[in-house]
């Protein structure tokens, strides 16, 4: 038996905003989610439990059957595994976004133009952290370069924990002032951010930015904060063999804690630009060297919701939906039972551009249990279905419907 759940982060969305009154999933052409949908169980899922952030973290971990209230220790240290830092008990690890920030008279007037700098190059990334690594590394704070903007910061002191930090993508195009970390210790992190503002504002690597008509990375911003998590091994609580396929180290970290596999795809870059192809082709080779369970992961239409691009993220959930066809048609040519499930970890509405804690449309598929209806893969469709209360659940759900 084989089992596969699809995850295009971020897919839901309002009836309102850029597309009046229409959704992203209602607009897109996406016959192979529709068709599993119309011969499938479907339903909403809530992913965030009550008083838990709307963040990936959170939801991709009850996904993926881990209680958030039991095994979720933060962000950032879950990306810290998939760089491989090993961390201490009494360290903290927080993300180290690479922003845009605005000029302005005092700092804390500056607005936050862009949380991911246009998106930066990888190895134009690493060149800036690798100033910031000269000039601010210490005793106490350690950093390490990641994917495009997203990086890492440990905190050997541990002085983060009792800090109120505050995404950046939450915050586009206000003012930082009421936004900067707050609490017993923040200052030290206010004065990093101010220091890194510094550095980077002249880094040539920000000076060729700037000539091209892209926005500099001309500063770092600190999120995500938490320990070293402590996650059991999948396949102790499942019976299962499985790999996570992704571009992002949240998920990446995710896989390495749970002692999953985490295949490298060439030319994943979390964004619309991904290689689409090149990560279903990974799933199959997940399933052909003998794994159960595989979950792919797809960041793109949460990037395009975050940046309000209403036809960007359209074509996103459609490239996701061949994506799913692709997959389909490899299992249904293998011969072998399978159970796939299609499903977003939260909702990034356009009109929003953040992460909101709403139940999400799900579908569970079974060739071998259809029923068939008019039901497509819809918010407004999805409110017809059943219910499940708890991520945890999706997956119980599809080891029943295997049975």
Known sequence: MRYLIVLGDGMADYLKGPLGQSTPLEMAYKPNMDYLASRGMTGLIQ?????MKPASDVANLSV??????????????????AMGVIMEETDIAL??????????QTFEDKIMLDYSADEIPTHQAKLLIDAIKREMQNDRFNFYAG????????DKQGGGKDVAFTP??????KKIGEYLP?????????DLIKKSQKILETHPVNINRAKEGKNKANALWFWGAGTKPKLVPFYE????KGAIISAVDLLKGIAAGADMEAPTVQGATGNIDTNFQGKAQAVIDAFERGLDFAYLHIEAPDECGHRGQAQAKI?????????????????NKAGEDYVIAVLCDHATPLCLRTHVSDPVPYIIYNPRKETISDTKYTEKDAQKGEFLSKGQMLIEKMLEMSR
Request: hydrophobic share 40%; proline share 5%; net charge negative.
């Open 168 to 173: 950046p993508h939450d915050i586009s195009d």
């Open 315 to 331: 074509k996103a959930i459609e490239k996701i939906d061949e994506v799913v066809g692709m997959l389909v048609d490899y299992l």
């Open 64 to 81: 993926l059957g881990y209680d958030p209230a039991v095994y979720y220790s933060g962000r950032s240290p879950l990306e810290a595994l």
């Open 147 to 154: 994917v495009s903007y997203r990086h890492c910061l440990i």
């Open 182 to 190: 707050k609490g017993e210790g923040a200052q030290a992190f206010i």
């Open 95 to 104: 993300r180290a976004n690479l922003v845009t920030l605005s000029q302005a």
């Open 237 to 240: 609580k499942y019976q299962l």
């Open 47 to 51: 992913t965030i439990p009550h008083g």
